[in-house]
């Protein structure tokens, strides 16, 4: 018997590069936001799909499946106007609203599975209630299959999608130092301590 296999999300990336993009992409050179530190949830997510199938003369009525559909959830810590020199999520989100970017996921620094999809970008929340760390969510649609990838550097691709892979082989490379989050409103003392992480593709 197969020993149990568990993934978990660690030091992990959700990088951004505008369409048409140029491949290979470069983590160090995302095009528009390479971030890390404001994100809390990130999942492609699939949505099943079924088409109603009438009765004949001899059969009866039926539902069959057809292709699903593929959206990106994101979910994170909104980071308006932050002062440290570094890109802004919520920022990225609202000037980018509507509009198709390339996303690229890494759970895992280095790991073997990987993903790169073509989304349909929409803003995010501004601000919230009193007194509490202020988030977001967001709900990017896919054009099509996302590429995802598994296996060693440079993995293999599953199956051909819209993630503008030209190759069978994972098409980002390089190392990206994501900055420590920022949380709006927080003191300080209140501030997570999280240092710079360093991520490989």
């Known amino acids: ?37 404001q994100v809390t949830t990130a999942a492609i997510v699939a949505t099943d799909n079924t088409t109603d199938v009438p009765a004949t003369f001899c059969t009866p009525a039926s539902t069959r499946a057809v292709a699903s559909s593929f959206s990106l959830n994101v979910e994170g810590i909104q980071d308006w106007g932050r002062g440290d020199g570094e890109k802004s999520f919520s920022e990225f989100l609202f000037e980018n609203d ?19 999809a073509e989304v349909s970008v929409k803003s995010g929340d501004f601000l919230g209630p009193a007194g509490e760390t202020l988030v977001f969510t967001g709900e990017f649609g896919c054009n099509g299959y996302p590429d995802i990838f598994v296996g060693p550097s440079p993995g293999t691709l599953l199956r051909k999608g819209q993630g503008g892979s030209t190759t069978a082989a994972f098409p980002v490379t390089g190392t990206v130092t994501c900055p420590a989050p920022v949380i709006l409103g927080a003191t300080e003392a209140e501030a997570p301590k999280q240092t710079k992480q360093t991520v490989d593709a």
């Open 1 to 37: 018997m197969a020993a149990t296999h568990v993934m978990t999300v660690t030091n992990g990336v959700v990088a951004f590069y505008d369409v048409p993009a140029a491949y290979p992409l470069d983590l160090a050179t995302a095009d528009t936001l390479c971030c890390c530190a």
């Open 98 to 116: 509507g509009g198709q970017v390339l996303a690229v996921l890494l759970p895992e620094s280095g790991g073997e599975v990987k993903a790169v």
